[in-house]
């Protein structure tokens, strides 16, 4: 099997030679971009050697004004695939595509409507303030925001088409707001899972795969189970106070399920490379080879030696 094989195959619960892999992290800023960027991307894959190759992101929606009042999200202008943040991305993809080896599952980050609302006002307020505006301004006046999260989310639609367009296998969706001290149960509902469920039907409609990635602690996961019909991996952060793997394929049922490992203290961080491959041993033979990847709760440490990684994905060949 090449790594397309494996991952497409652990995808449908067909058997697989080996359990495929999927690590990913955050370059430094000079290394994130251009040039740099793309080099650092095929380094990374190089020397980790995982099956599931995924770009990162940092073309993020930018900065078009102060948002203080429910009315500034007025401000939040429509954007699409012709804009110079989303113009870079797709660069940069391309010319990765051009280099990297073609037998890869390659996916293109994707960050949810959430995250990407989040992008434009975090440098100026921080990450908490602005979530907690959010909810303050969807009790006051939800109307600018949600329509503001609607141009975003059209935009976003935008992007994931081209990714599936150029070559990419699917996405790799960042999917924020199911933290349970933000959103309620029932704005969730109403006003962020459409919106997801918007991007996530563009890459199905292109035939496309979709890895959804729930971040951040203390999530109520049962807010992604209408997701599940449109979603062929979930991952999330078993280790943030969030539920076990043997609970999530409990509650996400027949889908490919990914994670196992911490992402930035535990064996892969602190251990040695016995421990390391002891550990991957230790959850696959504990929760199964199929429909498995192996992976993280999120991003590992930018500094981390690739060498780590590649001792974990070579664990689950032996």
């Known amino acids: 099997m090449n790594k397309k094989e494996r991952v497409i195959a652990a995808i449908k619960g067909k058997e697989v030679d080996h359990v495929p892999s999927c690590f990913t992290l955050h370059f430094a800023e000079q290394e994130a971009f251009g040039e740099a960027g793309i080099k650092s991307h095929l380094?990374?894959?190089?020397?980790?050697?995982?099956?599931?190759?995924?770009?990162?992101?940092?073309?993020?929606?930018?900065?078009?004004?102060?948002?203080?009042?429910?009315?500034?999200?007025?401000?939040?202008?429509?954007i699409s695939i012709k804009d110079d943040f989303m113009a870079a991305q797709i660069e940069m993809i391309e010319r990765i595509l051009d280099k990297c080896e073609p037998d890869a599952f390659m996916v293109g980050t994707?960050?949810?409507?959430?995250?990407?609302?989040?992008h434009p006002i975090e440098a100026i307020y921080g990450y908490e303030p602005v979530r907690e505006l959010f909810c303050t301004h969807m009790r006051e006046n939800k109307t600018p925001m949600i329509d503001a999260y609607k141009r975003i989310t059209e935009g976003m639609c935008q992007l994931a088409e081209k990714y599936i367009e150029i070559g990419l296998d699917g996405i790799y969706y960042a999917a924020l707001g199911g933290e349970n001290y933000y959103f309620t149960d029932e704005e969730f509902e109403k006003y962020i899972a459409p919106l997801d469920k918007m991007i996530l039907q563009t890459v199905k409609q292109n035939n496309g795969y979709n890895i959804l990635h729930m971040c951040k602690d203390k999530l109520n996961l049962d807010r992604y189970k209408s997701y599940i019909k449109l979603s062929d991996v979930v991952n999330w952060g078993i280790y943030e106070d969030n539920i076990s793997l043997e609970e999530g394929r409990k509650l996400f049922g027949d889908v490919t399920i990914m994670g196992g490992l911490q992402n930035r203290a535990g064996v892969l961080v602190d251990g040695t490379?016995?421990?390391?491959?002891?550990?991957?041993?230790?959850?696959?033979?504990?929760?199964?080879?199929?429909k498995f990847i192996l992976g993280a709760d999120c991003t590992l440490p930018t500094e981390i030696s690739y060498k780590r990684v590649?001792?974990?994905?070579?664990?689950?060949?032996?």
């Open 110 to 118: 994707l960050h949810g409507t959430v995250a990407s609302s989040i």
């Open 273 to 290: 490379d016995e421990e390391i491959e002891q550990e991957v041993k230790s959850i696959i033979n504990s929760f199964g080879k199929q």
């Open 310 to 318: 590649n001792v974990a994905v070579n664990a689950t060949k032996k």
């Open 43 to 78: 380094k990374f894959f190089k020397e980790t050697n995982t099956d599931i190759f995924k770009i990162m992101n940092e073309n993020l929606v930018p900065y078009m004004g102060d948002i203080k009042t429910p009315d500034d999200w007025n401000k939040i202008k429509t």
